[in-house]
Nanobody, 126 residues
Framework: QVQVVESGGGSVQAGGSLRLSCEAS????????MGWFRQAPGKEREGVAV????????SYADSVQGRFTISRDNAKNTVYLQMNSLKPEDTAMYYC???????????????????WGQGTQVTVSS
């Protein structure tokens, strides 16, 4: 059974930083696409960043490019999202998703992923 568990959310003032963690267990293949998504109240869930645990260059949404960094620790089956220069508009529930394969062009799309965590709240105050 695949489990995806996020941690590290919280409240921070604008300009601050947070680091989210996501541990995925139970995947039959250690190589997987792992993405971070977020959903603010009344808005659609949107892709933030994605990384392939088998290597390659991560992808980012334009809104977070240069401020957020996704990284991986394969030994711990864990992916991190370092969020710097946070803005009030970054406030959302952040979700981690995993899937052994996501077709190119869909890797920041929520319908590309089979396994999801429960989410962790990030609140940025002005």
């Amino acid at each position: 059974q695949v489990q995806v568990v996020e941690s590290g959310g919280g409240s921070v003032q604008a300009g601050g930083s947070l680091r989210l963690s996501c541990e995925a267990s139970g995947l039959t293949d250690s190589r997987a696409y792992m993405g971070w998504f977020r959903q603010a109240p009344g808005k659609e869930r949107e892709g933030v960043a994605v990384i392939y645990t088998g290597g390659g260059i991560p992808s980012y949404a334009d809104s977070v490019q240069g401020r957020f960094t996704i990284s991986r620790d394969n030994a711990k089956n864990t992916v991190y999202l370092q969020m710097n220069s946070l803005k009030p508009e970054d406030t959302a529930m952040y979700y981690c998703a995993a899937d052994p394969w996501v077709v190119a062009g869909r890797r920041l799309a929520k319908d590309g992923y089979k396994y999801w965590g429960q989410g962790t709240q990030v609140t940025v105050s002005s």
